[in-house]
């Protein structure tokens, strides 16, 4: 009797490494925030760029997951976490009412350390 495999990609951590697994965290942590604050304030311009970006974070983790072109979602996290950084800075503290650091918040503390270390994770991968 022949088997057949089943259809479409498959997870592959095998080759994940400690690292990798520090990206994925960090990614975890700032998709959670985003989509929690999303919803929060969905339907506004702004809740839905947030639960975008949630997203965004979930789809990298499913591509380097399924260890699809891994390489290029280190490339594309790079400026896509830089520009979540630069945003956030701008948005709250040089366009809005907000002083830095001392407004900066539980949730936004936590979300930038992890994008920071997000960051350097994807760029070190990039450098291996």
Known sequence: MATTE???????????GGLHWIGILAAVVS???????GVRI?????GISF??????FLGAIVLVLVDYRRRTVYAV??????VQIVLWFVINFVNGPK?????IGTLGAVDKIAQLALLGVL??????
């Not at 089943?6 to 994940?16: F, K, M, Q, V």
């Not at 996290?77 to 830089?82: I, N, Q, S």
């Not at 760029?123 to 291996?128: I, N």
């Open 99 to 103: 002083s830095f650091p001392a407004d």
């Open 123 to 128: 760029l070190a991968l990039l450098r291996s």
């Open 42 to 46: 969905l339907p506004s311009g702004m």
């Open 77 to 82: 996290g790079v400026p896509f976490v830089l």
């Open 51 to 56: 639960v975008l970006a949630g997203l965004g």
């Open 31 to 37: 998709a959670a925030i985003h989509l929690l604050l």
């Open 6 to 16: 089943a259809a479409g990609p498959r997870i592959r951590t095998e080759s994940l």
